[in-house]
């Protein structure tokens, strides 16, 4: 039996807790010993238990399989079952602190009972046992070394990056005016000095008998937090074709988070393509590639919710002919994972997310991913994929409904016409006007050719081909109709 007949996919297994059945185990045993499963013998000493249940909680979660012995071969008065559930449970409290886990799931499999124990991902701790703090290593508990084991530390929000002082700054090194501005706009602290202001939101801390900037601190009102905070920038980049090549426009954004933000935002108004659509009395609708507001709420989660302790990389936004990529340093935080990350509220830097709520960036009690969701379906693109990399985590949103790979049907014009990309509802226009000879087109021509498209998409493309100079529009309202523009 294969293991990818039931869908056994070792790199995610489990992130949550499920149903095991007799064909699951089959096919995870078939499949080995790994990172996220492994088996012990149904009488396995506590502390054997504990061991990988503590490494699995402190890495990517896991399965653990308990074999218990057949009844036959059991001494009489044995409950081989009870007794195996009760050594995990005792295992898993004997963990600092406590592993609170799914109760285990019991599954006979070909007249042998197992043990299901499931450690699900993205615990909320760091795990220790005696002392000792292991992950999972293939298919081994390690130790974990003192670098690994700091970042888990930051990652699990038990220690936190931007609650550190700044190393070698001090107060100095802070824009007081901004602080000074800030503290003026903060309701509720009259009579506050900026010092407590600073202190209280834990921009400064006490160390060694003076004020410090924190790491928080110096990201927010630093006058050169880049040079404290190396990798605290973003990259900003627009590529001409789908993928990084020669032809681009980059800037690096620099300054404190609020400064990026706004900056960024520049970007975007300078950079996205934009298209106008004429409405009813002639009222002129700038349309551009993506929601300025929902990339707008993509770049503040960014900002506001990286790992910054990782100094090698900074954030990074790349606009692409058919998308938008936003990557973070770092995994997502605490418990929130790819399929809860719409419901799931947890930030590793809950200052710096405080203070944007305060000047207004974000809502203090969400993550706003919800409404870029609502945004993308009200000009009817795509949902943002979400995907978690080596070493971060990446949104991409597409500008246009996503080409099945496995349609066959050939590109009409290769995907580009007189040099600039376009998308197969466009060839479908430029098909009509030359290959078929037709002198103009319409919106509901096109949309007969597109028939599960909605209008407001197809008034989209065609915007979009008027203003790179690709068509024409004539006429107005529901006598509009387009023509090719003729090369000069």
């Not at 190393?167 to 509720?188: C, I």
């Not at 990389?313 to 002919?321: A, E, K, P």
Request: aromatic share 6%.
């Amino acid at each position: 039996m294969s293991s990818s007949n039931v869908g056994f996919t070792p790199s995610r297994f489990p992130e949550a807790a499920q149903t095991i059945g007799e064909k699951d185990i089959l096919a995870y045993l078939e499949a080995g010993r790994s990172e996220v499963l492994d088996w012990l013998p149904g009488r396995a000493p506590v502390s054997d238990i504990a061991e990988t249940l503590a490494a699995m909680a402190n890495s990517r979660g896991g399965m653990v399989l308990l074999g218990v012995m057949p009844r036959a071969d059991r001494p009489a008065g044995v409950d081989d079952t009870a007794n195996a559930i009760d050594r995990v449970l005792e295992a898993a409290l004997s963990i600092e602190p406590p592993l609170i886990i799914p109760l285990p799931q019991i599954v006979r499999v070909r007249g042998t009972v197992m043990i299901v124990i499931q450690v699900p991902r993205g615990m909320p701790y760091v795990y220790a046992l005696s002392g000792r703090y292991l992950a999972r290593r293939g298919s081994a508990n390690h130790p974990l070394p003192p670098d690994e084991l700091r970042r888990l530390l930051l990652e699990r929000g038990d220690v936190t990056f931007e609650a550190e002082p700044t190393r070698n700054a001090t107060r100095n090194d802070l824009d007081w005016g901004q602080v000074e501005t800030y503290a003026a706009n903060l309701g509720g602290m009259g009579g506050v000095s900026p010092e407590q202001v600073l202190l209280k939101r834990g921009c400064l801390v006490k160390y060694n008998g003076e004020l410090r900037p924190t790491n928080a601190g110096i990201l927010l009102f630093g006058k050169d937090p880049q040079q404290f905070i190396r990798g605290s920038e973003i990259t900003a980049a627009r590529f001409a074709g789908q993928e990084m090549g020669d032809v681009f426009t980059r800037q690096d954004i620099v300054g404190t988070l609020p400064q990026q933000i706004q900056r960024v935002e520049t970007f975007l108004i300078d950079n996205l393509r934009r298209g106008v659509q004429l409405g009813e009395y002639m009222a002129r609708t700038e349309l551009m590639e993506y929601p300025l507001k929902a990339v707008r709420e993509l770049v503040v989660n960014a900002v506001a919710h990286r790992d910054y302790s990782i100094q090698g990389d900074g954030i990074r936004l790349y606009l692409f002919s058919d998308r938008l990529e936003i990557t973070s340093p770092g995994g997502l935080p605490g418990p929130v994972t790819i399929d809860n990350i719409v419901d799931e509220r947890f930030s590793r830097n809950s200052a710096i997310v405080q203070i944007l709520s305060d000047m207004g960036f974000i809502e203090r009690l969400g993550y706003g991913v919800d409404r870029v969701l609502a945004l993308m379906r009200e000009v009817s693109l795509p949902e943002p994929k979400f995907a978690e990399t080596a070493g971060g985590f990446r949104v991409t949103l597409y500008n246009k409904p996503v080409v099945d790979d496995t349609d066959e049907e050939p590109a009409l014009f290769g995907g580009v016409f007189r040099g600039e990309p376009v998308n197969r509802r466009q060839e479908y226009a430029l098909d009509f006007l030359i290959n078929r000879k037709n002198a103009r087109i319409t919106n509901k021509d096109l949309q007969e050719l597109c028939p599960d498209v909605h209008s407001e998409t197809i008034r989209r493309d065609f915007a979009d081909l008027v203003s790179r100079g690709i068509l024409i529009k004539m006429g107005e309202k529901r006598g509009s109709y387009y023509v090719l523009k003729k090369q000069s």
